[in-house]
């Protein structure tokens, strides 16, 4: 209030100047997306195959005739082949490739149904691995947890062809997009102020009505932003577009045989390591005959690749998860440094483009899926809705992203608080027995402390919502009877 008091009083022109300048982009004219216009995906993931699936679906209901030609880096062989046959994503899509209830609940509502090939594990309980004791959490009569692959690893699983991304693609492919193989090299926004891509292998560049980029952080896993080439793109014609900060993460793979003492439905969350190896969040999740693992804490923030082996070699070591792996054996059949984004992209849409997806903002944490398919169907929705020009953005898109980016603030402060109060045994000790006699005491719709914890593993309710759970009166008293 005192840097606007001072800039009324010092600056009254340039104040007006700016106020003008605002008023007259409020009042500017729309630009809507006319029948027959071209939109072109970049990224085949879930944002892509989300935002094509919607967009299409919604543009049959209003009668208005659009295509969309989505671009994917990565080979999709034989798509639309049968079952059983080479038809896969070639490569990993480096997730650790959980569907949450939510995630679940929206797949349903838009009637799409995975084939059971598909599915990798239908999770029934979500066990918490404490400093002291285990707490274990029934996954809710009705909800669902489901583990899936995101691409054709890893390599030693049959059914290649039957993961999330390719199925998602391919029910885009039925909503009537078109996918073709190819890898972006340049946008620009040509003479007549459509965006211009240029594409490797491309007879020539391809002029979009609207462009929206769905290819996430992982260009090459690992890779700095500063160092994506797309993003350099996007900052050359997105004036003040600034990627989303970003972390490491290690994922990789075993065999799961006979060495995992969980349930094959069981997944863990681990939120300690050891002196030596520094990690804030970990998660084994069961996947037929594979395990995939991911870590992420300060060992892994600062480690190369070389690295990657000795720290599945001291995790594995670690005496709480030898209970769990107690005859693993190192026999990765994966092993990635994927980054993941913990932060939000600043000034992600212009005229006639977007970002969607890990590309402008993730769920801390969790549910990167959900995260995409909201950001992409309202990105959908504004376009058919309200204008494909930078204030329509603005007004129906940029304003969930900010939710989001808000929301994250409250998940930063309970993962902390989380850390704090899981990797000390005292601490660990009163939130077990405090759980405990909250079951033996409360009917199961009565139990706060266990609704918490259940929403904050399950990823089942903003961060917001259980930030204020969390300092509710009869949870604090639970704690400290």
């Known amino acids: 209030l005192s840097s606007l008091i001072h800039a009324l009083v010092s600056h009254p022109e340039a104040v007006f100047v700016s106020v003008k300048k605002w008023y007259l982009s409020l009042s500017a004219p729309r630009m809507q997306l006319e029948d027959g ?58 997730c650790a490739g959980l569907l949450s209830p939510k995630m679940c ?7 799409i149904v995975l084939p059971d090939d598909v599915i990798q594990g239908r999770v029934s309980q979500v066990t918490v691995d404490m400093e002291w004791k285990m707490l274990s959490f029934l996954v809710p009569l009705g909800r669902k947890i489901i583990s899936v692959f995101r691409g054709a690893r890893p390599e030693a699983r049959e059914l290649k062809d039957a993961n999330f991304d390719s199925f998602m693609l391919e029910e ?53 932003t500063k160092d994506n080439k797309n993003f350099g793109a996007f900052k050359k014609i997105l004036p003040g577009f600034r990627p989303p900060s970003i972390r490491k993460a ?9 060495e995992f003492r969980g349930e094959k439905d069981e997944i863990h969350y681990i939120l300690y390591g050891s002196n030596d190896l520094k990690l804030e969040f970990v998660s084994i999740i069961p996947k037929g005959d ?29 005496p709480h998860i030898k209970q769990l792996l107690p005859n693993a054996e190192l ?26 997806g890990d590309a402008v903002i993730s769920r801390l944490y969790k549910d990167g ?34 939710q989001l980016k808000i929301d994250n603030w409250f998940g930063h402060i309970i993962f902390m608080l989380n850390k704090f109060m899981f990797s000390h045994s005292i601490l660990s000790r009163i939130i077990y027995q405090a759980v405990l006699t909250e079951r033996k005491s409360e009917t199961k719709g009565a139990r706060r402390l266990e609704d918490i914890f259940w929403k904050i593993i399950s990823g089942d309710d903003m961060y917001r919502n259980i930030f204020i759970s969390m300092f509710h009166p009869i949870a604090i008293w639970s704690l400290v009877i």
């Open 331 to 356: 026999k990765s059949v994966c092993i990635c440094n994927p980054s993941i984004v913990t932060g939000s992209a600043e000034n992600p849409s212009g005229d006639r483009i977007a970002l969607v």
């Open 37 to 94: 216009a071209n939109i072109v995906v970049i990224g085949g993931g879930p944002a892509g195959s989300f935002f094509a699936i919607n967009l299409l679906r919604k543009a049959k209901k209003i009668n208005k005739k659009v295509t969309v030609t989505i671009i994917e880096k990565k080979k999709e062989i034989n798509l639309g082949a049968p079952k059983n046959s080479s038809a896969h994503r070639e490569g990993c899509n480096f």
């Open 369 to 402: 899926i959900w995260t995409a398919y909201l950001t992409a169907s309202v990105l959908s929705d504004t376009i058919l809705d309200i204008g494909i020009d930078s204030n329509s953005l603005k007004e129906g898109y940029r304003k969930v992203i900010r």
């Open 105 to 111: 609940d929206i797949l349903d509502n838009l009637g």
């Open 290 to 318: 594979f395990i995939t693992i991911v870590l992420i804490g300060p060992t892994i923030d600062s480690s190369v690749p070389r690295d990657n082996l000795g720290i599945i070699k001291k995790f594995l070591a670690l």
């Open 172 to 224: 885009a492919i039925k909503e009537g997009a078109e996918v073709i193989t190819g890898e972006v090299q340049d946008i620009k926004y040509s003479e007549t102020g459509k965006p211009l891509i240029t594409c490797k292998g491309a007879e020539k560049d391809v002029e979009a009505d609207f462009v929206v980029f769905a290819g996430g952080v992982n260009l090459i896993p690992g890779q700095q």
């Open 250 to 258: 290690l994922i990789f793979e075993l065999k799961a045989g006979n």
